[in-house]
């Protein structure tokens, strides 16, 4: 965890650095609790030198935390999910794998679960853009 009030002091240390590029400079997982922390740090001086319009303008770094915070939630679950969709298919090519290699030469029985699981994979590599049709061309009559 970083030490808040030392990035804070150095923040306003820099006049050359303003504000939105002060805060990309950190993970954007940290950057709603450092508003915070700049927040609260920015609200004692206002109150301290009685500047209560400073202290409105303090209120749209709330918001700017919120909206860093759900993105970050966002981007976070869509990353989550899309390694799940990826194991679920490495799951069903490697019981593909593991069916083919037990059957050998002999005929393999083509199930609905068979078929479903091959149009998943399907579905998801051309969502990826790494569909190869010829690969699944002898399989095409299944489907």
Same mark, same amino acid.
């Given at each position: 965890?970083?030490?808040?009030?030392?990035? !804070? +002091?150095? @923040?306003?240390?820099?006049?050359?650095? =303003?504000?939105?590029?002060?805060?990309?400079?950190?993970?954007?997982?940290? #950057?709603? %609790?450092?508003?915070?922390?700049?927040?609260?740090?920015?609200? *004692? &001086?206002? &109150?301290?030198? =009685?500047?209560? =319009?400073a202290?409105?303008?303090?209120?749209?770094?709330?918001?700017? %935390?919120?909206?860093?915070?759900? @993105?970050?939630?966002?981007?976070? #679950? %869509? *990353?989550?999910?899309?390694? !799940?969709?990826s194991?679920?298919?490495?799951q069903?090519?490697?019981?593909? !794998?593991?069916? &083919?290699? *037990?059957?050998?030469?002999?005929?393999? !029985? /083509?199930?609905?679960?068979?078929?479903?699981?091959?149009? +998943? /994979? &399907? #579905?998801?590599?051309?969502?990826?853009?790494?569909?190869?049709? %010829? /690969?699944? *061309?002898?399989?095409?009559?299944?489907?």
């Open positions: 965890m970083m030490n808040y009030q030392e990035e !804070i +002091q150095r @923040f306003l240390e820099d006049e050359n650095l =303003d504000f939105e590029e002060w805060i990309s400079e950190y993970p954007i997982t940290e #950057a709603p %609790a450092l508003i915070s922390e700049y927040k609260s740090y920015m609200q *004692k &001086i206002a &109150i301290e030198n =009685d500047d209560f =319009d202290l409105r303008d303090l209120q749209e770094l709330d918001d700017l %935390a919120e909206r860093i915070q759900d @993105f970050t939630i966002d981007t976070l #679950a %869509a *990353k989550e999910e899309k390694r !799940i969709e194991e679920l298919i490495q069903k090519i490697n019981r593909w !794998i593991e069916m &083919i290699s *037990k059957n050998g030469s002999e005929e393999i !029985i /083509v199930s609905d679960e068979f078929l479903d699981d091959i149009r +998943q /994979v &399907i #579905a998801y590599l051309k969502k990826q853009g790494i569909y190869d049709e %010829a /690969v699944f *061309k002898p399989l095409q009559h299944l489907l």
